[in-house]
């Protein structure tokens, strides 16, 4: 398969995980970066082997790239969506996909009317742990789920990014920044939400910076930072989720579901591996093996030192293989704009006391078959 010419928007911090999982792939090779600052689109450029566009237009007008990564800052997403659409090229986004879902509605309309797809963040739902989950379930080792929990717990991102502030304003916080890992692999796991209830705030009403260059800089947070959730299933299953960047300790774990034949313990998905323990009816807990499962070994060393699985691009590898191949794409703009829905949802419901029912559905994406990595798409 000739690979697809791919064109980057913004080249900040998450810019280099695609620029190094793109320069280890046969499905797609990037032609050029573009950002608002050039200076940060001829870093990475030169950085990465690939051209530095002169502009933000000059990328979109472009022939030869067919799908544009936009990786901007949230309340940019929308703008920058539209004018990759409007040139007529598929758009592929990070999380959040736009900062409000009417944005992300319109979205879908106006790729459809262009003919072209929208795929989109995150894709860890597609890692060798989550994959072997969604096995699992599907063999019906739990039986009918019922109930759940999903917990991600910090105190912020202040002391390791170096422009934190996108963080907490319009499209940050935790439901926004860190609930699309959990809604994703729940709606692949589970299938789409009914309904949502939930109560919000905002724990500490500024923050001082002290990652560099802009330590000792204070952030006004303008967005919820604690939400604890109620996510009632289409299915059935209500999934108590709660997010927050207000914690300093834990000792929960970040997934569990629990079904009327068995309780699975789901790895952390924000990342792509970790081992899932299942225990089916009186017996003990006992790993579910990952290996057979693309995308399972670790490649990434975190700050704290943990040994991590991060694939973070194979979402847009099979949106390329699935426009070759004319199939659906997994990562896709119907499942993110249902999770966006759900995760303003979340936002509504908090600050109106209230039920606040989804007016958008989406299939579960298709497991991926077993393997190693990228092989996978090319079937
Ligand atoms: N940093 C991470 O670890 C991480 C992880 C996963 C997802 N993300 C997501 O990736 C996106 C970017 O995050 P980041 O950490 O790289 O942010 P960043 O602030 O480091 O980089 C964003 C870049 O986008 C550019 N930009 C902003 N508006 C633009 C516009 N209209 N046109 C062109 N360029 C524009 C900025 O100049 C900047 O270089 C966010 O949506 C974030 O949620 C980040």
Same mark, same amino acid.
């Given at each position: 398969?000739?690979?697809?010419?791919?064109?980057?928007?913004?080249?900040?911090?998450?810019?280099?995980?695609?620029?190094?999982?793109?320069?280890?792939?046969?499905?797609?090779?990037?032609?050029?970066?573009?950002?608002?600052?050039?200076?940060?689109?001829?870093?990475?450029?030169?950085?990465?082997?690939?051209?530095?566009?002169?502009?933000?237009?000059?990328?979109?007008?472009?022939?030869?790239?067919?799908?544009?990564?936009?990786?901007?800052?949230?309340?940019?997403?929308?703008?920058?969506?539209?004018?990759?659409?409007?040139?007529?090229?598929?758009?592929?986004?990070?999380?959040?996909?736009?900062?409000? =879902?009417?944005?992300?509605?319109?979205?879908?309309?106006?790729?459809?009317?262009?003919?072209?797809?929208?795929?989109?963040?995150?894709?860890?739902?597609?890692?060798?742990?989550?994959?072997?989950?969604?096995?699992?379930?599907?063999?019906?080792?739990?039986?009918?789920?019922?109930?759940?929990?999903?917990?991600?717990?910090?105190?912020?991102?202040?002391?390791?990014?170096?422009?934190?502030?996108?963080?907490?304003?319009?499209?940050?916080?935790?439901?926004?920044?860190?609930?699309?890992?959990?809604?994703?692999?729940?709606?692949?796991?589970?299938?789409?939400?009914?309904?949502?209830?939930?109560?919000?705030?905002?724990?500490?009403?500024?923050?001082?910076?002290?990652?560099?260059?802009?330590?000792?800089?204070?952030?006004?947070?303008?967005?919820?930072?604690?939400?604890?959730?109620?996510?009632?299933?289409?299915?059935?299953?209500?999934?108590?989720?709660?997010?927050?960047?207000?914690?300093?300790?834990?000792?929960?774990?970040? =997934?569990?579901?629990?079904?009327?034949?068995?309780?699975?313990?789901?790895?952390?998905?924000? =990342?792509?591996?970790?081992?899932?323990?299942?225990?089916?009816?009186?017996?003990?807990?006992?790993?579910?093996?990952?290996?057979?499962?693309? =995308?399972?070994?670790?490649?990434?060393?975190?700050? +704290?030192?943990?040994?991590?699985?991060?694939?973070?691009?194979?979402?847009?590898? +099979?949106?390329?293989?699935?426009?070759?191949?004319?199939?659906?794409?997994?990562?896709?703009?119907?499942?993110?704009?249902?999770?966006?829905?759900?995760?303003?949802?979340?936002?509504?419901?908090?600050?109106?006391?209230?039920?606040?029912?989804?007016?958008?559905?989406?299939?579960?994406?298709?497991?991926?078959?077993?393997?190693?990595?990228?092989?996978?798409?090319?079937?």
């Amino acid at each position: 398969m000739t690979p697809i010419t791919i064109g980057i928007i913004g080249c900040g911090v998450i810019s280099d995980a695609y620029l190094k999982g793109a320069a280890r792939s046969a499905t797609i090779t990037v032609k050029s970066v573009a950002d608002l600052r050039p200076e940060a689109a001829a870093a990475k450029a030169a950085e990465y082997g690939v051209a530095a566009a002169p502009s933000v237009a000059a990328l979109l007008a472009d022939p030869a790239i067919s799908i544009v990564v936009n990786l901007t800052v949230p309340l940019a997403h929308a703008a920058v969506n539209r004018a990759i659409v409007a040139a007529g090229k598929h758009v592929y986004a990070e999380k959040p996909l736009c900062a409000s =879902f009417a944005e992300a509605r319109d979205l879908l309309r106006l790729a459809a009317a262009a003919g072209v797809r929208v795929g989109g963040a995150p894709d860890t739902f597609m890692g060798a742990a989550h994959q072997a989950c969604r096995r699992a379930i599907d063999a019906g080792r739990l039986g009918t789920i019922i109930a759940g929990a999903a917990t991600v717990l910090s105190h912020g991102m202040e002391h390791w990014h170096p422009n934190p502030d996108f963080f907490f304003i319009k499209g940050g916080g935790p439901i926004l920044d860190l609930g699309p890992y959990y809604v994703t692999t729940l709606v692949h796991l589970l299938g789409p939400v009914a309904r949502v209830a939930a109560t919000t705030c905002i724990g500490n009403p500024t923050r001082t910076i002290t990652s560099q260059p802009r330590a000792g800089e204070t952030i006004t947070v303008a967005i919820e930072t604690t939400a604890t959730a109620i996510l009632a299933f289409a299915s059935g299953a209500s999934i108590v989720l709660t997010a927050s960047w207000d914690v300093w300790k834990n000792k929960r774990l970040p =997934f569990e579901l629990y079904g009327i034949d068995g309780s699975l313990l789901v790895p952390d998905p924000n =990342f792509f591996g970790g081992t899932p323990e299942i225990a089916e009816k009186g017996a003990d807990w006992s790993p579910l093996p990952i290996t057979d499962h693309p =995308f399972h070994a670790p490649n990434r060393t975190l700050r +704290d030192g943990r040994e991590v699985a991060d694939y973070r691009i194979i979402g847009l590898l +099979d949106m390329a293989a699935a426009i070759q191949q004319n199939r659906p794409h997994r990562a896709s703009g119907e499942l993110t704009t249902h999770v966006l829905e759900v995760l303003e949802a979340i936002t509504t419901a908090g600050a109106e006391h209230r039920w606040v029912a989804l007016t958008t559905t989406c299939d579960r994406p298709a497991p991926l078959p077993l393997g190693t990595g990228e092989e996978v798409f090319a079937s």
